[in-house]
C-alpha cells in the first residue's frame, strides 16, 4: 500500500511534448482510473509511475520518497499490460512463480506466495495447465497474479480487459473491484470504456493532450464536469452540446439561454460575469430532456430511432448542428422517424459553458442532500 505523487511531470519524446505538466496526487489505497482520448498520455503517464519511462521533468514520489530515479523492481510497482503475454511453455505456477524466481526467493516462500495469489484469484485448481488449456479470463487473472505475486505496493492496469468479449469483461470487472476490496492496495487504472471507469473508480482522472483537465469522483464528473471536454467525454451517449446565448431572463439574473431552433431554457448557473447576448455552449444529458410529440409545424424532425432492448435512443435534427440531438427514451418507444417533437428540461438539468469552455457554477443547493436524494432514488 502506498500513496503516489506527481509533481510536475513533464515528458517529451524527441520534440514532441506529450505530457507538459503533470501534478497529481492518488491516495494510499485508492482505485485511480485515467481516461482521456487516444493519444492523450495514459499509457506513458502509468510508464512513469512504473519506472518504465522516465520523466523529462519533474519527481514521481511514493509514500514521500522520489522514486524518480529507481528501477521498476525497487518501486515496489506490479503492472498488467493490455496483451498480456504469457509464458506459453510454463504452467500457471510457473507463470506466477516467475517473477519471484527472478527475485532469488527460496522455494518454500514461493509455493507460498503462489499458493496465495491463486486462491485470491481463484485459480488453485488451475495451477498445473498450461495457458493455451485456459479461457481468456482465466488467463487474464493469471497475469494479473504474475503482477499482484510480488505483493507490490501500487498495481498498474494498461487497459487489462479490452481483448476480452463483452460478458467476460464484466465478470473481470467484478473480480478487479472484489481484488482491491480484499488487498486495500493502490491500483491506477487505464480504460477507454466508460461502465468500467464509472464503476471501478473512487476517483477518475480525465486526460486531454496530456493535461488534467478535472480529478473526481465518477459522480461528481458526471453531475458536474468542469469544461465541455470533461462534459462531452463523460457519458454515453454523450450529453448534447448546443450554441446558444445568455437571454434576458428575469430581471438582472439572466437566469436563460437561448438555443437557436430550440427556443428559450431556463438555468440555474451562476451567470455574473456574463453578460446577455454573451455566446455559451448549453449541455443537456441525453435522460434530461423530456420529449413530446407535436404537430406537424412545430417542434423538430425525429430522423432516427435506435432500440436497445432496455431503452431506446431518439435522434432528433436541430437546424443549427451538424451532430444530432439525442434523448434517451424508455421502452416501448412510440416515437418513429420523420414524428416531429417538442423538447424540454429543468433549469437544474442545464450545463452551461462560458467562451472559454468552463462550466458555470451552479447556484448552492445543499449538495450533500442532493446527492443523497438522487442516490436514494437509484
Ligand atoms: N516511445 C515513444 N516514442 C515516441 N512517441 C511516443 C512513444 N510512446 C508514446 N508516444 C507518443 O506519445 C503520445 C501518447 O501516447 P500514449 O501511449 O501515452 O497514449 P494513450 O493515451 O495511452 O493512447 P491509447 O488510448 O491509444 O492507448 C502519442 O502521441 C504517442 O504516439
Ligand atoms: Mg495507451
Known amino acids: 500500500m502506498a500513496c503516489v505523487e506527481l509533481k510536475n511531470i513533464n515528458k517529451t519524446f524527441g520534440k514532441e511534448e506529450i505530457l507538459p505538466c503533470v501534478n497529481l496526487r492518488i491516495e494510499d489505497g485508492e482505485f485511480v482510473v485515467f481516461v482521456g482520448p487516444s493519444g492523450c498520455g495514459k499509457s506513458?503517464?502509468?510508464?512513469?509511475?512504473?519506472?518504465?519511462?522516465?520523466p523529462t521533468g519533474g519527481d514521481i514520489e511514493i509514500d514521500g520518497e522520489v522514486v524518480t530515479e529507481q528501477s521498476p523492481k525497487e518501486r515496489g510497482v506490479g503492472m498488467v499490460f493490455q496483451s498480456y503475454a504469457l509464458y506459453p511453455h510454463m504452467s500457471v505456477?510457473?507463470?506466477i512463480a516467475f517473477g519471484l524466481k527472478l527475485g532469488k526467493a527460496n522455494k518454500g516462500r514461493i509455493r507460498e506466495w503462489v499458493e496465495k495469489t491463486a486462491q485470491v484469484l481463484q485459480l488453485e485448481k488451475l495451477l498445473d495447465r498450461k495457458p493455451r488449456e485456459l479461457s481468456g479470463g482465466q488467463r487474464q487473472r493469471v497475469a494479473i497474479g504474475r503482477a499482484m505475486a510480488r505483493e507490490p505496493r501500487i498495481m498498474l492496469f494498461d487497459e487489462p480487459l479490452s481483448n476480452l468479449d463483452a460478458s467476460l469483461r464484466v465478470q473481470m470487472r467484478t473480480e478487479i473491484a472484489k481484488l482491491h476490496d480484499r488487498l486495500q492496495s493502490t491500483m491506477i487504472y487505464v480504460t477507454h470504456d466508460q461502465v468500467e471507469a464509472m464503476t471501478l473508480a473512487d476517483k477518475i482522472v480525465v486526460l486531454n493532450k496530456g493535461n488534467v483537465e478535472q480529478v473526481g469522483t465518477p459522480y461528481e464528473l458526471y453531475e458536474h464536469p468542469a469544461s465541455l471536454f470533461v462534459a462531452g467525454f463523460i457519458g454515453s451517449p454523450?450529453?448534447?452540446?448546443?450554441?446558444?446565448?445568455?437571454?434576458?431572463?428575469?430581471?438582472?439574473?439572466?437566469t436563460q439561454v437561448d438555443v437557436?431552433?430550440?427556443?428559450t431554457l431556463a438555468i440555474n448557473r451562476d451567470t455574473a460575469e456574463l453578460a446577455q447576448g454573451d455566446a455559451v455552449t448549453v449541455g443537456?444529458?441525453?435522460?434530461?430532456?423530456?420529449?413530446?410529440?407535436?404537430g406537424p409545424d412545430q417542434g423538430l424532425e425525429v430522423v432516427n430511432v435506435e432500440y436497445l432492448g432496455?431503452?431506446?435512443?431518439?435522434?432528433?435534427?436541430?437546424?443549427?448542428m451538424e451532430e444530432l440531438l439525442?434523448?434517451?427514451?424508455?421502452?416501448?418507444?412510440?416515437?418513429?422517424?420523420g414524428q416531429r417533437v417538442v423538447l424540454s428540461t429543468d433549469a437544474d438539468l442545464v450545463h452551461v459553458f462560458d467562451s472559454n469552455d468552463r462550466a458555470l457554477a451552479a447556484h448552492a443547493q445543499q449538495p450533500e442532500t442532493a446527492g443523497l436524494a438522487e442516490a436514494a432514488s437509484r
Request: hydrophobic share 40%; glycine share 8%.
Open 260 to 263: 437557436d431552433g430550440l427556443g
Open 310 to 320: 432496455n431503452e431506446a435512443y431518439v435522434y432528433i435534427e436541430l437546424p443549427v
Open 238 to 254: 454523450r450529453m448534447n452540446l448546443m450554441p446558444g446565448r445568455i437571454a434576458a431572463g428575469a430581471g438582472s439574473d439572466r
Open 44 to 54: 506513458t503517464l502509468l510508464r512513469l509511475i512504473a519506472g518504465l519511462e522516465d
Open 326 to 337: 439525442v434523448v434517451r427514451q424508455p421502452v416501448p418507444c412510440e416515437i418513429t422517424p
Open 284 to 294: 443537456v444529458r441525453p435522460e434530461h430532456f423530456h420529449l413530446e410529440v407535436s
Open 93 to 95: 505456477y510457473e507463470n
